[in-house]
């Protein structure tokens, strides 16, 4: 059989995939975070366009793609579909392993999906500017890249202990014409109050998210964008696991198992959330949602409703989280260090669906290094969790057939430093003690 | 039309092409340095193994590609051909432009295409380890990956500036499980001996050669790997433009002009070589090699024997030369800064079918950008040689409906630093003094 499964341009799905109508039980709504009331499109309006904003309401199963997205989504979309042979082989398993390499996007990750649409609703509707915050860096630069795209300005607030270790990712962004701050900035009410009070913070994402709100609610020309968590982002990377679908049916496959790491969730919803009709319908078929156990929302935090930031300004969503104000440790996977999870895949959880797993750092960065010397390809610290979860899979009973299937949601070559630490024995695991994570989650708003 | 034409993984051409025997007038043989008389592979079987020199030597027009080479192939290619519309839109020009993209490679080069075939037949004649060099670090990445795909070991001798200003590379030698020092090191003879007299020198391209040489000399289990420059490494790289030729094909097309950047040679004829027996059937077809103006051993060099390091240990080669002891300044492009040229392009530049053409640095890197706030991907500094070529070619006559076609060598998101140079405005332009290039050329050996 063919080692990658490649579908042309036009066999790309031409619309996206909206798993709400489906969850079993459905979703509740956002709440205002002032009258703890459910929040309508008139105040999200604000910072989001109505074109975002239909789609985060949306109870329609499949989406129309706009001409003008699917010819930016061409430069790099369809994405093959790979089998892993070789690291088939070094595990000596009889498990098929597939994994779909989101890795060639033009930014090296699968942001560039929801990146390209949010940019194109907030052009069609004249917004000049968006306003983002990034942590790692992956979004920021994501977001750079579509917004040069369709002509709009892109202001970018990246936490300070990121803006200094990852030089590269700001250059990227300035190389896209993007405006990149280190975050706390001067530039923000927020911002200058925490400098006044702590001159050497290293930043966090609830401040540069914070930052990025109040910039895009204090002018006109802009609105903001986040890359992870909301309903509208998962659906836009729903591409991903259509296109998968229509691959595997090629190679005459089906998974037994769909995997992806799990950070704000939207990575993991994009390959998962098309095969839940199917899961529903009956078929037989796993769902591993994998999260670093530095950072156990699913494994350890509540189902309930909380904020997305530090600061309280976020509209409440009700997910599985370990409390806004809880500060995971410095691990090296940036993007999967959130308090929260998209409330997709909280529900789906919750439905008992999806299986959260939580692994820890030092084995998830031995499974990229065994991938990048079988299959070539250098993971992201991120995408080392689903690597390590579908060798997780694969091994336990080597000798049953089975199909395995993880997103490949982005290559590390940006990343490099996080693998020297590894080799030189720096990187440590980590347990989040219980009554750290009760202490934060005894501050969750009062519903 | 599509954005990209693809190939499936059964579409792979399953040959090498080798222009050898289609060049008119034919090649001078390598001599001997000692001797001065031709080297046949008995000399040569020192360092590389038969079955490269037997590709090296060869007169047949095409070559199996060994199903080994072709599994490994699969993980990246075939590689898209894609058409930038988005870039032809901000040119404002008639002419259609088509780029190969070589940076979807697990090491965002063209330059795996003959890792690993090198890594190949090395592993096959029980070779346990290979020695190479490398300036920029694209070689050095690129065999690491293929080394680590066939079980050998790789030494990496790294040129000691960028091995202390590309940390990145290094982690990805490092990850793939290669050993890399930088150059000049303690490890060799010649590396001892420069050292004591220039203990501050920032090592050269000619003194990594050497001492990667001197390794594979010295230890029975080892052999040498060069990345550009001989005719197997432009064999190999040959599937390039036997892919591009049919996936023309398929979108009916052919081009008028045939571009890429020219540092040893291999990349440019990569894509240009597959063309040139059309050109000879009568075609109208252009093919241009596109230098640095820092550099220019094409468009001010002198067609002669030369030696391929500064320590005069190579065989002599016909070829383009500015002199063996030519020290280009240090522009970022640091895959073309070296003294000579691939001994076929040099054939094919004598017989006037290949126009050189020099550029500057920052028109290259204002391309760079240009492309990348266009079609998304930011490019190698390397590569932004090309699209500047190509750019020229596009808009000098811009209402003419002409077809472009050019190598996209690599991406440059390991490189972010030059950009950071060039928005900083701390880049310049260089046009090498004659006088200097006529000092160095008086260097060159008397045959």
């Known amino acids: 059989?063919?080692?990658?499964?490649?579908?042309?341009?036009?066999?790309?799905?031409?619309?996206?995939?909206?798993?709400?109508?489906?969850?079993?039980?459905?979703?509740?709504?956002?709440?205002?975070?002032?009258?703890?009331?459910?929040?309508?499109?008139?105040?999200?309006?604000?910072?989001?366009?109505?074109?975002?904003?239909?789609?985060?309401?949306?109870?329609?199963?499949?989406?129309?793609?706009?001409?003008?997205?699917?010819?930016?989504?061409?430069?790099?979309?369809?994405?093959?579909?790979?089998?892993?042979?070789?690291?088939?082989?070094?595990?000596?398993?009889?498990?098929?392993?597939?994994?779909?390499?989101?890795?060639?996007?033009?930014?090296?990750?699968?942001?560039?999906?929801?990146?390209?649409?949010?940019?194109?609703?907030?052009?069609?509707?004249?917004?000049?500017?968006?306003?983002?915050?990034?942590?790692?860096?992956?979004?920021?630069?994501?977001?750079?890249?579509?917004?040069?795209?369709?002509?709009?300005?892109?202001?970018?607030?990246?936490?300070?202990?990121?803006?200094?270790?990852?030089?590269?990712?700001?250059?990227?962004?300035?190389?896209?014409?993007?405006?990149?701050?280190?975050?706390?900035?001067?530039?923000t009410r927020t911002g200058r109050k925490i400098l006044a009070e702590f001159p050497d913070t290293p930043g966090s994402l609830g401040i540069a998210i914070s930052e990025a709100l109040e910039d895009a609610a204090g002018r006109e020309d802009t609105k903001y964008a986040l890359g992870s968590v909301l309903n509208h982002v998962c659906i836009h990377q729903s591409i991903i696991g259509l296109e998968t679908k229509k691959q595997l049916e090629i190679a005459g496959e089906y998974p037994d198992v769909v995997i992806g790491c799990c950070g704000g969730g939207s990575n993991f919803a994009g390959i998962a959330a098309p095969f839940i009709p199917d899961y529903l319908s009956g078929k037989k078929i796993r769902f591993v949602g994998v999260e670093p156990s530095s950072c156990p929302s699913l494994t350890m935090g509540r189902l309930a409703y909380d904020f997305g930031d530090v600061a309280q300004t976020t509209p409440l969503l009700y997910m599985y989280t370990l409390g806004h104000d809880f500060i995971p440790p410095g691990i090296h996977a940036g993007g999967l260090r959130y308090h929260g999870m998209s409330p997709i895949i909280s529900a789906l959880v919750r439905e008992n669906i999806i299986e959260p797993m939580k692994v820890h750092q030092l084995e998830c960065f031995e499974a990229g290094v065994l991938f990048a010397r079988t299959e070539g390809i250098i993971p992201a610290p991120e995408t080392c969790h689903a690597i390590r979860a579908a060798i997780i899979e694969a091994t336990r009973e080597p000798d049953k057939k089975q199909t395995i299937l993880f997103n490949f949601s982005g290559h590390g070559l940006i990343d490099m430093a996080s693998y020297d630490k590894f080799f030189a024995g720096d990187l440590h695991n980590y347990d989040y003690p219980e009554e750290a994570i009760a202490r934060s989650m005894a501050n969750l708003p009062k519903i």
């Open 1 to 187: 059989m063919e080692k990658k499964i490649i579908l042309r341009d036009d066999e790309m799905p031409r619309q996206w995939y909206n798993v709400v109508p489906d969850i079993p039980n459905g979703l509740l709504p956002p709440l205002d975070p002032e009258t703890k009331e459910p929040m309508g499109p008139e105040k999200l309006g604000a910072v989001f366009p109505m074109g975002l904003l239909e789609q985060e309401m949306s109870t329609t199963r499949y989406i129309d793609i706009p001409e003008e997205v699917l010819d930016i989504y061409k430069i790099w979309r369809p994405v093959p579909l790979v089998r892993a042979t070789n690291l088939e082989k070094a595990l000596g398993t009889k498990a098929k392993i597939f994994f779909k390499n989101e890795g060639v996007s033009p930014v090296g990750s699968h942001k560039a999906n929801s990146a390209v649409p949010q940019a194109y609703y907030n052009m069609k509707e004249g917004v000049k500017r968006l306003s983002t915050e990034t942590g790692a860096g992956q979004w920021g630069s994501a977001l750079s890249f579509a917004t040069s795209k369709f002509g709009l300005e892109c202001k970018v607030y990246m936490v300070r202990v990121s803006f200094e270790q990852k030089p590269y990712r700001k250059s990227m962004m300035q190389t896209f014409g993007a405006q990149i701050v280190a975050s706390p900035s001067e530039e």
